[in-house]
């Protein structure tokens, strides 16, 4: 499989950037950020940097700083393909991006973020040697952080990942009392290694689910603005604050987003029902249904590097800088 290069111009798209290309020359120049790799053809002068250089660019050109303190995230909507791992993938790979040391733990036995982020197809040379990661099962049984963490194609980004045991992690959890405090000591423990920890979690309210809330700093809650979705929103939501009362805790601050948007009425009447049913927690900016996510990720990368300039690219750039501003705001 190619490496993926990026110019000038990609380095412009990707970060945002107002100035001109000549601006990342020149800082290229001054060693602000990494040397290009020059063309071998025609032009000699075309700079291209590899995937593992762009979050030192990021650093210098991008829009996202890392946060005075560690920040913890979580993706959670009990209802399925709702865009919760999609989302996951693209927001952790613009904060990597940006050079801020990023880490997703994935707790959905299905395993798609970790198929995402490790992507087996790019990275295995044979089916020989392929192996079940470790997961956050392990660690809560004497594993170590160290044998637990996956790294992935950007320095800054690692994940611990999934595989199939995680539901019999769940049924083990299920029975024992405060199970919601069960992953306090890790965070702890990896809010010493990052600044930015994003829980990817299965599509239903399960064990899991409630140690990530529990964890965390912000639930980001995808909102398909589709029928599936819509007709069980009213019980996804009330039976989350539900919980947290039966807990005797305050709900984690939360953002609604709302996803899957369709050129179709039934999808805008939707989506107007949201806005008004949730007003002050929905996010007005929606992710609208693109193809471009699949193929992103089909080439191994998220939707910023991949088509920073798509519709895509331009709903996820917004959507993740309310998620950056609500975490700010503590
Ligand atoms: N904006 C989008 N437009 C169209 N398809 C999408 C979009 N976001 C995600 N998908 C696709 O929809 C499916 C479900 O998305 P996913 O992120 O896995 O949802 P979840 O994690 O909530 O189950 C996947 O096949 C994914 O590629
Ligand atoms: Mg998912």
Known sequence: MESHLFTTGDVVKIFQYEGTRQSVVVAEKNGHIPSAIRGRKKPKSLRTWTLEQLPEIGKYFGYFKPFPAPKVITVFNQKGGVGKTGLV??????????????????????????????????????????????????????????????????????????????????????????RHKKLGPLIKDLKKIFNVIIFDTSPTFNSLAECALYESDLHVMPVACEIG?????????????DWFKLIGEEPTKRILI?????????????????????????????????????????????????????????????????????????
Request: net charge negative; hydrophobic share 35%; with cysteine.
């Open 89 to 178: 993938a693209t927001l952790s790979r613009t904060m990597a991006l940006h050079g801020i040391n990023t880490c997703v733990i994935g707790l959905d036995p299905q395993s798609s973020i970790t198929l995402y982020l490790t992507n087996p197809v790019v990275r295995l040379k044979s089916l020989q040697d392929w192996t079940v990661p470790k997961t956050v099962k392990d660690y809560l049984a004497g594993t170590s952080l160290e044998e637990i963490l996956l790294g992935t194609d950007l320095p800054t980004l690692s994940i611990i990942p999934e595989n199939h045991l995680l539901s019999d992690l769940n049924n083990e959890l299920g029975v024992k009392s405060m």
């Open 229 to 241: 979705c819509y007709s069980v929103m009213e019980h996804n939501y009330s039976s989350l604050n």
């Open 258 to 330: 709302p996803t899957m948007m369709a050129n179709n009425r039934i999808s805008q009447e939707i989506y107007s029902s949201y806005l008004s049913q949730y007003k002050g927690e929905i996010l007005v900016q929606s992710i609208r249904r693109s193809i471009k996510g699949a193929e992103a990720e089909s080439e191994g990368l998220g939707v910023i590097e991949y088509g920073p300039t798509s519709t895509l690219g331009q709903d996820y750039i917004e959507v993740n800088k309310a998620i950056y501003n609500l975490l700010s705001e503590d």
